[in-house]
């Protein structure tokens, strides 16, 4: 059996603190053999440095992953032009010059194992493309007897589930996220892929999807842009979910919701 654990977007400097303090925790409460970790938020909600990135990395995850704000910390772009380190950001974006790559490959009990990053179209920035389209394209050319995960960093629950049908009987486990809401509709689909539509969020409790409460109303209130800042409440929650792999079908088994909440 596989176990891979995937966490939610780590919103800014409480998410940061609550990965320090309890991945480590988790990794051995679950006995996991792969952590995967969403940190687009990672910086002041707005991107990944390169220096929260190494911090992450330490807590002890195998692979972060990105989405749309993966360009807003410029710092980032080396580190993910380096090969040898373990981020990626959606595939499906055009451009050859993008730096970085949205597909890592890792042996795990001796089988290998791909993980793709997506990103949607609905309600989402423009400039991608059809990311169904995009997992064909990299299918085509795995390995046909490696274990296959998808992070769908993704708006609307539709689309989400549609990619997850998709997928169905191609990969073993998808997740989505971006939305910082866990939904609850975890389950395992006829073809043995295992998948829930978004994980949730790593970030403040006391806050708008990770924003400090009263400048979200008041944008909302007022109609009047204006830059937000990251909630400074004390309660913090790791959200995510822990699927269950058989190395030898390559099915999921189960998917279990993770939640576990904290004072930092």
């Keep these: 059996m596989i176990k891979v654990l995937a966490i939610g977007d780590v919103f800014g400097r409480p998410g940061r603190n609550l990965c320090k303090k309890i991945i480590p925790e988790l990794k051995s409460k679950h006995k996991t053999d792969l952590i995967i970790i969403n940190a687009e938020n990672a910086s002041g909600g707005r991107g990944l440095s390169e220096k929260n990135y190494k911090g992450i990395m330490e807590t002890g995850v195998d692979l972060i992953t990105l989405g749309d704000h993966m360009f807003d910390q410029k710092s980032i772009k080396a580190i993910m032009d380096d090969s040898k380190n373990p981020i990626i950001r959606p595939t499906n974006y055009p451009s050859s010059e993008m730096a970085g790559t949205g597909v890592w490959t890792k042996s795990v009990k001796g089988v290998e194992v791909n993980v793709i990053c997506l990103q949607g179209r609905i309600f989402m920035r423009?400039?991608?493309?059809?990311?169904?389209?995009?997992?064909?394209?990299?299918?085509?050319?795995?390995?046909?007897?490696?274990?296959?995960?998808?992070?769908?960093?993704?708006?609307?629950?539709?689309?989400?589930?549609?990619?997850?049908?998709?997928?169905?009987?191609?990969?073993?486990?998808?997740w989505g996220t971006h939305t910082h809401v866990a939904t609850a509709d975890e389950r395992v689909y006829p073809q043995g892929l295992g998948a829930i539509a978004d994980l949730g969020m790593t970030g403040p409790v006391d806050s708008v999807i990770g924003v400090d409460c009263e400048s979200s109303i008041k944008r909302f209130t007022s109609g009047i842009y204006s830059r937000f800042k990251v909630s400074e409440s004390e309660r913090v929650a790791l959200n995510g979910a822990l699927f269950e792999i058989d190395e030898k079908t390559k099915e999921c088994i189960s998917v279990t919701r993770i939640r576990e909440e904290s004072v930092v």
């Design 126 to 174: 423009e400039g991608t493309d059809n990311p169904f389209g995009a997992f064909d394209e990299i299918h085509e050319k795995l390995n046909p007897d490696s274990i296959n995960l998808i992070e769908f960093h993704a708006e609307a629950t539709s689309e989400k589930h549609a990619m997850f049908w998709y997928l169905d009987g191609r990969a073993s486990a998808a």
